[in-house]
Nanobody, 123 residues
Framework: QVQLVESGGGLVQAGDSLRLTCAAS????????MGWFRQAPGKEREFVSV????????DYADSVKGRFTNSRDNAKNTVTLQANSLKPEDTAVYYC????????????????WGQGTQVTVSS
């Protein structure tokens, strides 16, 4: 049974940082691209970042580029999203995703999902 468990969300002020961690089990972690998505109230879930199986390549949404860093530890089966210089518009539920890949057009798909962790940034 695949499990992705996020932690590290919370309430912070604009300009602060958060570190989100995803612990994975039940899958061949070291072979899969892992990623993060987020969903703000009243909006669709959107892509945030993806990291390839080895950690050698990452990709980010334009809205977080330069502020967020995605990394992984294949020995511990964890993925980490370091979110710096947070803005109120970063407020959302953040989801860890496993087996992330590009779909048709410019969208991103994922096979596995965590339950999400809330990030709230106050102004």
């Amino acid at each position: 049974q695949v499990q992705l468990v996020e932690s590290g969300g919370g309430l912070v002020q604009a300009g602060d940082s958060l570190r989100l961690t995803c612990a994975a089990s039940g899958l061949i972690f070291g072979t899969l691209s892992m990623g993060w998505f987020r969903q703000a109230p009243g909006k669709e879930r959107e892509f945030v970042s993806v990291i390839n199986w080895s950690g050698s390549r990452t990709d980010y949404a334009d809205s977080v580029k330069g502020r967020f860093t995605n990394s992984r530890d294949n020995a511990k089966n964890t993925v980490t999203l370091q979110a710096n210089s947070l803005k109120p518009e970063d407020t959302a539920v953040y989801y860890c995703a496993g087996d992330v890949r590009r779909g048709q057009g410019n969208n991103w798909l994922s096979t596995y999902w965590g339950q999400g962790t809330q990030v709230t940034v106050s102004s």
